[in-house]
């Protein structure tokens, strides 16, 4: 009698359904999480990088110094690799040399619970996930 039986393979197909059904959850809860943490690290990076550009270049000059909130384009000049339509920026000036700025992720495809245990001061808005943050160019 040569190959399996019926029975023996049923067995293996059963034993191959429960591993798959064991690490199914665990790699799509790694994909969540990591897409979060991508999403996360963009914002903390967008952030870095228009801080950066107002002490490098002068807050006036590389931002501007409007006191009524104006929307920033062109942001993947400030990281790279980053989808436009996902994000968006704005900034108000306060007129002493403060500025604080506001990024928003209105991207759909992210657990926000994550994105906001992963950053102090991002929110969940209707806009989306919004990271407030200000800071002085003298």
């Known amino acids: 009698k040569r190959g399996f039986s019926l029975v023996e393979l049923l067995i293996v197909l059963a034993v191959i359904a429960a591993l798959i059904a064991t690490i199914t959850p665990v790699a799509l809860n790694a994909i969540r999480k990591s897409q979060a943490t991508k999403v996360a690290q963009n914002i903390k990076t967008l952030a870095s990088s228009i801080e950066n550009k107002a002490y490098v270049d002068g807050g006036k000059a590389a931002i501007g110094t409007s006191t009524v909130a104006v929307d920033m384009t062109n942001l993947s000049s400030f990281v790279r690799d980053l989808n436009e339509d996902e994000y ?51």
């Not at 991207?107 to 800071?135: C, H, P, R």
Request: charged share 20%; no cysteine.
């Open 88 to 138: 968006e920026a704005e900034y108000i000036y306060s007129g002493d040399g403060v500025y604080t700025v506001t990024i928003t992720y209105v991207g759909e495809d992210v657990d926000e619970k994550l994105v906001v245990g992963m950053l102090q001061n991002a929110t969940k808005t209707a806009a989306g996930i919004e990271y407030e943050f200000s800071f002085a160019t003298y």
